[in-house]
C-alpha cells in the first residue's frame, strides 16, 4: 500500500513518540431501552453499554487489495524474550525491503500463510506488524501481530485483544495463549493481536485519539473517520483471513464481568462455535452494528466475544479462565491435542437482563459476583450521602449475577447487575 511506504521513507527526525490527544469522556447513560418494572428499570443486554454511538460506519464490503506478498516471515521461537525492534526507517532497511519484494517467488507450500505482506511458512511462528497509517507517517507505531502456521493443515483461528484500550486482560490471554503454541504441532494457524487500540492503551482509555469507540465501527470505511480507517485497514489485512475470532473485552465503567462469552445463538454457526469452550458462560446477544463481532460473523467468520473480569486491571483468576477455554477451543476444533483431558463442563447457557439502580447515590453491594440470586432479593444498596435514605436494589427473576458494577458512586438508571438465567440453546 502507498502508504506503507510512506511510513517506511518519512524519518523520524525529532524521535518523538506520537502525542495523542488523551479525552476522558463523559459517562453517557445506557442507550437501550429501558421499560419500569417495580423499583428498578431493566434493559435489554448490550455488549460494553453506555458507550454513545455517535455515527455509523457504513459496512463496507471492499475486496480486499491484491498485495504480493513481500517477504518470508523469519521463524521465531515466541516463548523466547522478544529484542525491541528497529523501527525500519533507513535509506538500508528501504533498500532490504524493496530488494526482497524483487526475490523470484518460490512454489509455496501447500499450507504457507500469507499476512500483512509476509509468507509465514509451514511449522513457523514470527511476529508481524500491522499499521493502520493515520498516524503523522513518520512517527507511525505498528502494532505487533503474533502469528503461529502449525505443520499441520487446519483453520485459522484469531485472537484480539484491548479493542478498548484500557481493557487489559484480554492481553494477557492473549500473549499466554499464543506464546504457549507449538508450531510443530499445530494444526491450522493462530493470529493474535494482543492489542487493537494501541493510542488507546497507551493513553490508560478505552477510547481512539477522537474518542470515538472502536468497536462502533467495524467492518469500517477507508474514506471515514478516525475509527472507521483503522476498523476498516484491520477487517481487511487481518480479520478476512480468520475462520474464527474471538475478541477479548472486559466490563466497562467500573463493572465487572464473570468470564463469559457473548453469542448470537441464532447463527447456528456461532452457536456450535461456542460449544468449543468449557467452563464459560454463554450469553445470548445479537451484537450492534459496527461490532468487530458483528462485523466478523456477516462477513461468514465465527465469532464470539469473550469478556473477563474488569477494565484497568490484570485478574489472574479472569485471565487464567480465559485461557483455559481458549486451550479447550483448540482442542476441540482438532488444532492441538491436550495431553490431559479433564472433562470440563460444557459451556452453560444465559438469558439476560440489567438491574438499574432506581437512585443516585452511593452502590453498596450485598452480593458478590457469580452469585445465585431469587427473584425479589436485594443484591445491594444505594446510599444517599446527604439525606441518608438507602434505597434497596432487588432482583428481577431468579438467576446468577454474571456482570456487576463494583462499590462506587452511581447515578440513577446506572445498569449494576447483569443478571443471568440458564436458558436452551437456540435450535435444539
Ligand atoms: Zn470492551
Not at 511510513?7 to 506520537?18: A, K
Not at 485483544?161 to 499464543?178: F, Y
Not at 472486559?250 to 456461532?270: E, F, H, Y
Amino acid at each position: 500500500m502507498l502508504l506503507q511506504t510512506h511510513g517506511l521513507r518519512s524519518l523520524s527526525i525529532l524521535g518523538l513518540t506520537v502525542s495523542t490527544l488523551a479525552f476522558v469522556a463523559a459517562p453517557v447513560t445506557a442507550e437501550q431501552q429501558s421499560s419500569k418494572t417495580g423499583d428498578v428499570l431493566v434493559a435489554e443486554l448490550a455488549e460494553d453499554e453506555n458507550v454513545e454511538d455517535i455515527e455509523h460506519s457504513e459496512p463496507r464490503r471492499a475486496p480486499e487489495e491484491v498485495k504480493a506478498p513481500k517477504k518470508v516471515a523469519p521463524d521465531i521461537d515466541l516463548k523466547e524474550i522478544a529484542p525491541v525492534p528497529p523501527p525500519p526507517t533507513t535509506d538500508e532497511a528501504i533498500a532490504a525491503a524493496q530488494e526482497d519484494a524483487t526475490v523470484p517467488e518460490e512454489p509455496e507450500p501447500a499450507t504457507s500463510f500469507q499476512l500483512l505482506g509476509t509468507e509465514v511458512r509451514p511449522g513457523t511462528s514470527t511476529r508481524l506488524s500491522w499499521s493502520p497509517n493515520i498516524q503523522i507517517a513518520g512517527l507511525s507505531q505498528p502494532t505487533p501481530v503474533l502469528v503461529v502456521n502449525g505443520v499441520n493443515p487446519g483453520p485459522t483461528l484469531c485472537l484480539t485483544g484491548a479493542v478498548h484500550g484500557d481493557e487489559l486482560n484480554g492481553i494477557e490471554i492473549v500473549r499466554r495463549t499464543v506464546y504457549d503454541l507449538n508450531p510443530e504441532k499445530l494444526s491450522g494457524r493462530v493470529v493474535g493481536i494482543p492489542i487493537v487500540n494501541l493510542p488507546g492503551f497507551q493513553q490508560g482509555t478505552r477510547y481512539l485519539p477522537d474518542r470515538r469507540d472502536l468497536n462502533r465501527h467495524f467492518p469500517g470505511s477507508p474514506n471515514g473517520s478516525l475509527a472507521d480507517r483503522i476498523a476498516y485497514s484491520l477487517f481487511e489485512n487481518v480479520i478476512r483471513h480468520c475462520d474464527m475470532l474471538v475478541d477479548i473485552h472486559t466490563g466497562s465503567q467500573k463493572r465487572t464481568n464473570l468470564p463469559q462469552l457473548r453469542a448470537d445463538m441464532n447463527n447456528p454457526d456461532v452457536a456450535a462455535f461456542t460449544r468449543g469452550f468449557d467452563r464459560m458462560a454463554v450469553v445470548h446477544s445479537s451484537g450492534s452494528s459496527g461490532m468487530l463481532r458483528t462485523a466478523a460473523v456477516e462477513a461468514g467468520i465465527r465469532t464470539v466475544t469473550m469478556e473477563a473480569g474488569e477494565s484497568h486491571r490484570i485478574q489472574e483468576h479472569q485471565i487464567d479462565a480465559g485461557v483455559n477455554s481458549l486451550t479447550s477451543l483448540l482442542d476441540k476444533e482438532g488444532m492441538i491435542s491436550r495431553m490431559f483431558v479433564w472433562g470440563d463442563p460444557e459451556p452453560v447457557y444465559y438469558d439476560s437482563n440489567w438491574v438499574r439502580v432506581p437512585n443516585g447515590g452511593i452502590l453498596f453491594s450485598e452480593v458478590d459476583l457469580g452469585a445465585r440470586v431469587t427473584e425479589g432479593e436485594i443484591l445491594g444498596y444505594v446510599a444517599d450521602p446527604i439525606t441518608n435514605a438507602q434505597h434497596p436494589i432487588r432482583a428481577i427473576s431468579d438467576g446468577r449475577i454474571i456482570g456487576m458494577a463494583v462499590d462506587q458512586v452511581v447515578m440513577a438508571g446506572f445498569a449494576a447487575y447483569h443478571v443471568g438465567t440458564e436458558a436452551e440453546v437456540p435450535g435444539e
